[in-house]
């Protein structure tokens, strides 16, 4: 007999999240987890921590740049970095004991330790203090996570060359910080230490920041960044650091080839992107199928190759997001229970965290033009939107995309403040196969930014009122 109904290796959004819907479902359930604290990349090195400096440094430069013209006199500000640090490390601790409290509620039994498949129904797991001990149980799902992804001759020391998580730790502001990577971690990262007084270079492979976004949203962006101060080395690659100096000296050239050229920094952050991360799991043993890609090959109902065993998260195919990751928890603790889980792939919002912020659902334009889909195209400005106005934050634009013949909304992007809270009513109408028109015969509250929304719903129509 087995002792679980589901064992789930990983606590991260998607594994944690799959625990608790499977125990909700009535199953007996376990984690297993190798680190010493819950919650995974997104609680203790990704999200949660660069959402925190996100906003301090906000508040820090709001502070400094935006008071006086709205009357309020304040002396500069002072930065405190090891307060602010402290005030990041309270926000992860608060939401590690969440998923703490999360797993005693719902009597879901944490085991420490890293955990490797023997075969269906098998999991062992190895502690710290050097014990192993075997699981059995019905299911297992392999949730994993990612990890960072690395550069060929650029060695990660995270203290000069840092990943994201020694970005999210650095004891002082470095005067030049060199980012490789122009997408969303690069540029969120680069925004917090910018804020604080670091001047910013992003080197980027490609001719475009924020790949797989919006091309045109890139572009408005990415003048917006220009202006706060941001440099960008776009089709530039860097091919190597030299660590010998006082300051670091980063080779950069062009991706297509020509003259190489070096770049001083005192820090370097790698941000090139993460890799699913299996390392230890026994998957190759126990017959577990991995993609060319190195991520876990699964069916539509998230089975892998062996029998009893599922995969979830950034360890699968898909979007590396945490949201992504907690529906497939989700989805597959109700496919284990005999329901229909399931994930809409086509709606799933992406957030840049940046100010502006930057989100995104549905298809680019780059995307219907490839699929041969013919659409029409509704946009409107901040500028115009009275609530922005007033408050001064007039940067930005909403832009729907709607199917040529059906009105069926397609995609909606926004870069604009607050975008990251506002993209979810086209997340909610695209759900329920909604319409431009639908969303322009929707009464918005006045002021709101979101009033925006509407107004480009209406422009697909040709029939803005504020423009
Ligand atoms: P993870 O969160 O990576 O968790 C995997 C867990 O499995 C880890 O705790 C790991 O220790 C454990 N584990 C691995 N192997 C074993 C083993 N053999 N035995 C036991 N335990 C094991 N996403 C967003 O949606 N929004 C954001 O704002 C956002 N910001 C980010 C910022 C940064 C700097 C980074 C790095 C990432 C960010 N992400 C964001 C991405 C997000 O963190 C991931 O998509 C998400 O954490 C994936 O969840 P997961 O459950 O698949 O894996």
């Known amino acids: 007999m087995a002792t679980y109904d589901l064992v789930v290796i990983g606590t991260g959004p998607g594994g944690y999240v799959c625990a608790v819907r499977a125990a909700q479902l009535g199953m007996k359930v376990a984690v297993v987890e190798k680190n010493a604290t819950l919650g995974g990349t997104c609680l203790n090195v990704g999200c949660m921590p660069s959402k925190a400096l996100l906003h301090a440094s906000e508040m820090f430069e709001e502070a400094g740049h935006s008071f006086a013209k ?24 608060g939401n590690v004991k969440g998923v703490e409290f999360l797993m005693k509620k719902n009597k879901i039994d944490v085991i420490s ?159 090139i992107g993460r890799v699913p991360y299996t390392e230890g799991l026994g998957l190759k043993e126990a017959g577990v199928a991995l993609d060319n890609r190195g991520r876990v090959q699964i069916d539509a109902h998230f089975a892998t190759s062996v029998k009893g065993v599922y995969a979830i998260g950034d360890v699968v195919a898909g979007p590396m997001l945490a949201h992504k990751a907690e529906d497939e928890g989700v989805a597959v603790a109700e496919i ?89 009513e086209a997340a909610v109408l695209m759900e329920f196969g909604g319409s431009a028109e639908d969303l322009a015969r929707t009464c918005h509250a006045h002021p709101t930014r979101s009033e925006a929304i509407k107004e480009a719903a209406l422009a697909v129509g040709k029939r803005a009122i504020h423009m």
Do not use: C
């Open 70 to 93: 709205m009357g309020v006199s304040v002396s500069a500000p002072k930065l405190d970095l090891p307060s602010m640090m402290n005030f990041k490390q309270q926000g992860i601790d």
């Open 113 to 271: 330790g890293k955990g490797k498949i023997l075969g269906t129904g098998k999991v062992e797991v190895s502690g710290g203090d050097g014990k192993t001990q075997t699981v059995e149980t019905k299911n297992i799902v392999i949730a994993t996570g990612s990890d960072v992804a690395r550069l060929k001759g650029v060695e990660i020391d995270e203290k000069r060359i840092v990943s994201s998580t020694g970005a999210l730790a650095l004891d002082k502001v470095p005067s030049k910080l060199l980012i490789v990577g122009a997408g969303v971690i690069g540029l969120e990262l680069g925004s917090v230490w910018h804020r604080l007084g670091a001047q910013v270079t992003v080197v980027e492979f490609l001719d475009r920041i924020l790949p797989g976004m919006d091309g045109e949203v890139a572009k408005q962006f990415q003048r917006i960044l220009e202006k706060q101060g941001f440099a960008f080395r776009l089709g530039a690659r860097v091919t190597g650091v030299d660590t010998s100096g006082k300051t670091l000296s980063a080779q950069i050239e062009p991706a297509a080839g020509g003259k190489p050229e070096t770049l001083e920094a005192d820090v370097v952050l790698v941000a």
């Open 336 to 424: 284990l229970a005999g329901q229909a889980g399931h994930v809409n792939y086509d709606v799933i919002p992406g957030v840049v965290y940046t100010t502006p912020e930057v989100s995104a659902v549905g298809k680019t334009e780059e995307e219907l033009k490839q699929a041969g889909v013919v659409y029409t195209v509704g946009k409107f400005p901040f500028t115009a939107n009275g609530r922005s106005k007033v408050n001064q934050t007039t940067e930005g634009f909403v832009k729907v995309l709607a199917d040529a013949k059906t009105d069926r909304v397609l995609g909606v992007h926004i870069v604009g403040r607050e975008a990251g809270e506002m993209i979810h």
